[in-house]
């Protein structure tokens, strides 16, 4: 299909503006719009969808319509999309350095970042996807990053990275839980264990009224 309408449209300097949707910055471009509904991408579909003069706006862009300011990264995960391993790595492999080092810290209308997206989200999580989510230089305060909401109020409110994790039911928990662990200094995963969301619950409260194994409540009193 998109083989076909590339055809059509013979213009190549209307082509080119289409891919950058130029007309109106609140607005996805194809390439997001492509991710945020296409479970099955490709290098080469997704090439097709890059203008050929790219440059660090166009990776960076937010999208504010319908996801509330997320970027390329965050739209990776939004959907829950299957998949997750290979689409994340084609963008690891487009994007350039700099720009994957600001988007992996740049944060939604909801102070998500990307890691966020992906724990609250993902349906799959493991080392790897964790490492290709984080900056080259971490400081605390990236652990300790918690969701807050600008426009509407979600269950989702004040939780931080364990919070997230928790709730997920589509991820195996206590390896993602593990993962995390061996990565956050340790004085930092108490405080995360102590914090409570809006409805003044811990990760590990969160976990009790979801019937989390018990091996995930072991996990969450460490």
Same mark, same amino acid.
């Given at each position: 299909m998109l083989k076909l309408l590339r055809e059509n449209v013979r213009d190549e300097t209307r082509w080119q503006k289409l891919l950058q949707c130029s007309e109106?910055?609140?607005?996805?471009? $194809?390439?997001?719009?492509?991710? @945020? @509904?296409?479970?099955?991408?490709?290098l080469e579909n997704v090439e097709q969808l890059v203008p050929?003069?790219?440059?660090? %706006?166009f990776w960076e862009k937010k999208c504010n319509e319908r996801v509330h300011s997320k970027t390329l990264l965050h739209l990776l995960f939004f959907? %829950? !999309?299957?998949?997750v391993r290979s689409r994340v790595q084609i963008f690891k492999k487009l994007i350039p350095k700099e720009s994957w080092e600001r988007l992996i810290v740049?944060?939604?209308? @909801?102070?998500?970042?990307?890691?966020?997206?992906?724990?609250?989200?993902?349906?799959?999580?493991?080392?790897?996807?964790i490492s290709w989510l984080l900056p080259?230089?971490?400081? +605390?305060?990236?652990?300790?990053?918690?969701t807050f909401i600008n426009r509407v109020s979600?269950?989702?409110?004040?939780?931080? !990275?364990?919070?997230?994790?928790?709730q997920n039911p589509r991820i195996y928990v206590l390896g993602t839980l593990e993962c995390l662990r061996t990565r956050i200094p340790t004085n930092v995963w108490s405080e995360?264990?102590?914090?409570? +969301?809006? @409805?003044?619950?811990?990760?590990?409260?969160?976990?009790?009224?979801?019937?989390? $194994?018990?091996?995930?409540?072991?996990?969450?009193?460490k």
């Open positions: 109106n910055d609140a607005e996805c471009t $194809p390439l997001m719009t492509a991710v @945020f @509904f296409q479970a099955n991408l490709t050929k003069k790219v440059t660090s %706006s959907q %829950s !999309l299957p998949n740049t944060t939604d209308d @909801f102070n998500q970042i990307p890691l966020m997206e992906a724990l609250a989200r993902s349906p799959e999580i493991n080392e790897e996807i080259s230089k971490i400081d +605390d305060s990236l652990w300790k990053q918690r979600t269950d989702l409110d004040g939780m931080n !990275l364990l919070h997230l994790a928790v995360l264990l102590k914090m409570k +969301d809006v @409805f003044d619950e811990t990760p590990l409260d969160v976990a009790k009224r979801l019937n989390q $194994p018990n091996e995930v409540l072991v996990e969450l009193e």
